[in-house]
Structure formats: C-alpha cells, structure tokens
C-alpha cells in the first residue's frame, strides 16, 4: 500500500453543463445593435452625359445649418413640404397637344412647375450641419408625396392602393400567377410617378 494517499478528483462533466448553458443563455439574450440608415437603391453610374435639364423640372429644396427647410427660396415648415412635392410632381405641363402635356396629372397646370412626372426631379440638399433626424422626415415627406400620387393612381386603374399591391406582392401567401400580374401593375404606377429624387451635401461656401 503506498504511503501517498489520491489526491480526489473533481468532476469536470457537470462544470462543461453549466458553461454550455450560460453560452446559450448570453447568445439567446444578447441584442447586437445594428446601424440605422436609409433604405435606398443607388442610382446605377451612366458614362452618358446627362441630357440639360429645364429648370422648372427641378425642386430644389435645401435644409440649412440650422435645420430650417428652404424650397424653391422660400423657408416654409415641414408640414407643408409633401402637398409641394405633390402639386410638383402632379403639375403635368400646359398645352394638351405638347409631347411633354400628362393626361392622368391633376396639378394646377402650372407654366413655371414641371411638365410631366417623369422629367420632374426634387433635388435635396443638405449642409453638414444638418441634424439626422431633420435630414430623415424630410426624406419621409418626399417619399409620401409619391406614395400619395401612387395610390390615386392605383386606385384609379385597378381599385387598390399601390401599397396594398405592394403587401400583396411580398406575401407568401400570394400565387405566382397573382404575383406576375401584381410585379407589371406595379412597374406601371411607377412609370407613371418614378421616384426621381437627387441628393447632395451643401458645400461649406454656398
């Protein structure tokens, strides 16, 4: 018998346990934050010289330093902002018999707004300065007044609002045939309002 008494051995099977248990416990409760931004698709690079652009088919809006929104040189809230984009996109040009005259627009018919929906851009301008949360509502504007325009024509062509269409078409639930249908009526209303909106940062001597 040898004099040296075992030293006794710890179970390391139940320790391994627990430490799995607490690996699983921080991955199932841990949040990851994730960066907050803008969901747009960038426009893709053309090596065509863009074609001259008449002015009365461009919105020039601008958030200065100190977050105050200035559209075609006058300062007006933000509140007001999507019912201008609205009546900008929806003017629709003048004389009937004009290649550039819209038919479906309901504006005021304006000489000095833009001629059709498809040459009017808003450009969107913004200092360095701007706050984000600024920079963002007026970015929701824009976009409602679109989605506005949209759904009116929606409705008017196929009884329901572009966004309903758009639900729709992301459902799983939606057919194929339904969806096929769903993706053209879609890339109609679009043509007929696309979304032209051009974004720049001001430069510090402007």
């Known amino acids: 018998m040898s004099s040296r008494e075992e030293m006794p051995k710890v179970n390391a099977g139940s320790m391994a346990d627990i ?17 907050v931004g803008l969901n ?27 977050d105050k929104l200035m559209v075609n040189g006058e300062i007006i809230p933000i509140n007001e902002l999507k019912e201008m984009a609205i009546a900008f996109l929806d003017n629709g040009g003048v004389a009937v018999n004009n290649a550039n005259y819209c038919n479906y627009c309901q504006g005021k018919r304006d000489e000095f707004s833009s001629d059709n929906p498809q040459k009017a851009i808003i450009s969107l301008m913004s200092s360095r300065e ?36 758009e639900e729709d078409y992301s459902s799983e639930s939606t057919s194929f045939e339904s969806k096929a249908i769903l993706k053209q009526r879609i890339k109609q209303i679009q043509a007929l309002y696309p979304l032209q909106l051009s974004e720049a940062e001001r430069k510090q001597n402007q």
């Open 40 to 66: 747009r698709m960038l426009a893709k690079e053309s090596k065509t010289p863009p074609l001259p652009i008449n002015q009365r088919n461009i919105l020039p809006i601008l958030i200065n330093d100190e």
């Open 130 to 165: 701007t706050s984000y949360g600024v920079y963002v509502t007026v970015q929701n504007e824009l976009v409602a007044a679109y989605t506005a325009l949209r759904n009116r024509e929606a409705q008017r062509l196929y009884g329901i609002d572009f966004t309903a269409m």
């Open 19 to 35: 430490a799995f248990l607490l690996l699983i416990f921080f991955l199932v409760t841990t949040s990851i934050e994730t960066d």
